[in-house]
């Protein structure tokens, strides 16, 4: 089964600098995505970023961007000069790709979650 | 569309009563998933379906947790009886086959489930 870990539960960060969000996943698929989302006191559940596994290339969104080290299973989030707006909870999430023979393609799987805090 | 609707968004029960939490996906949406969310245990998956059929219901914590889906555009999770300890927020989401060009889950606003 895939799991997800977030060992941050709170990060904090000042206004305008750089903050670093940590996840591991655990997997034994080669085709699957990962997800950053971002929770606000709203509750309201918001896409901030993706990646594919097939692609080398780490994905970037404006001030997020990730690091994806598919080999250590690795997915951190970047953001740079971080808003107040940041301020949330944020998930990492694994989904399994479609695969021959597969019983979980398709299964979104969250870690537990970084709470941001932004100081001005 | 006016995406993934959940109701109510707020219900209070009383221990041993049933409760009934609705979703209505995205139309198009090949999968539905339902979550729990709470403070000691983050974001659970509880069952998912493909085509109104579930695949994974490992997560639903007792016989008391049940869920449907009857059609492409209706699905329920039912707590029968309600405990204290089933006080939480869940989710509905819903989203189309994972392919190369959509990937991502949407999201309800969630329900805010009270058992006192």
């Known amino acids: 089964a895939q799991t997800v870990t977030q060992s941050q539960p709170e990060m904090s960060v000042q206004e305008a600098e750089t903050v670093t969000l940590s996840c591991t996943y655990d997997t034994s698929e080669s085709d699957y995505y990962l997800f950053w989302y971002k929770q606000p006191p709203s509750r309201q559940m918001i896409l901030v970023i993706r990646q594919e596994a097939y692609k080398q290339q780490n994905a970037t969104e404006n001030r997020f961007s990730v690091n994806f080290q598919k080999a250590a299973k690795s997915f951190s989030l970047k953001i740079s000069d971080s808003q107040l707006g940041d301020a949330a909870m944020y998930f990492c999430a694994y989904r399994s790709a479609w695969t021959a023979g597969g019983t979980s393609y398709g299964k979104l799987t969250f870690g537990q979650g970084t709470i941001l805090t932004v100081h001005p | ?116």
């Open chain 2, 1 to 116: 569309d006016a995406g993934v609707i959940q109701s109510p968004r707020h219900e209070v029960t009383e221990m041993g009563q049933e409760v009934t939490l609705r979703c209505k996906p995205i139309s198009g949406h090949d999968y539905l998933f339902w979550y729990r969310q709470t403070m000691m245990r983050g974001l659970e998956l509880l069952i998912y379906f493909n085509n109104n059929v579930p695949i994974d219901d490992s997560g639903m914590p007792e016989d008391r947790f049940s869920a449907k889906m009857p059609n492409a555009s209706f699905s329920t999770l039912k707590i029968q009886p309600s405990e204290p300890r089933d006080s939480a927020v869940y989710f509905c989401a819903s989203s189309f086959f994972p392919n190369r060009l959509t990937t991502e889950a949407f999201f309800g606003q969630g329900t805010r489930l009270t058992v006192v």
